[in-house]
């Protein structure tokens, strides 16, 4: 099986930085997409970046221009830099990667989440 172990999160001032990793370990062939997603208590989750096995990235419109996904495949890691963050930031955020198995299984794997709190 797949695991991904994500770190990064925790408290920062608005216009502050925060960079957060997603790393997957097991029986991986090879990693698809990569994403990250957010969610408010009470709320749906929502995707806020992606990229693909080529490097192809978008971004939901509230975060262009300040967060910056990247892969590094060598560690099938996935970042998420957050710069310029702002209040409506703040949320639990979650990794996802599209792993092919050794075992040529297909599985759609998340994070088990990590908060960011955007607050003066």
């Known amino acids: 099986q797949v695991q991904l172990v994500e770190s990064g999160g925790g408290s920062v001032q608005p216009g502050g930085s925060l960079r957060l990793s997603c790393a997957a370990s097991g029986s991986i062939a090879s990693i698809y997409a990569m994403g990250w997603y957010r969610q408010v208590q009470g709320k749906q989750r929502k995707l806020v970046a992606a990229?693909?096995?080529?490097?192809?990235?978008n971004y939901i419109d509230s975060v262009k221009g300040r967060f910056t996904i990247s892969r590094d495949n060598a560690k099938n890691t996935v970042y998420l830099q957050m710069d310029s963050l702002k209040p409506e930031d703040t949320a639990v955020y979650y990794c996802?990667?599209?792993?092919?198995?050794?075992?040529?299984?297909?599985?759609?794997?998340w994070g088990q989440g990590t908060l960011v709190t955007v607050s003066s």
């Open positions: 990229i693909t096995d080529s490097g192809h990235t």
């Open positions: 996802t990667q599209s792993v092919l198995l050794t075992d040529h299984r297909y599985l759609e794997v």
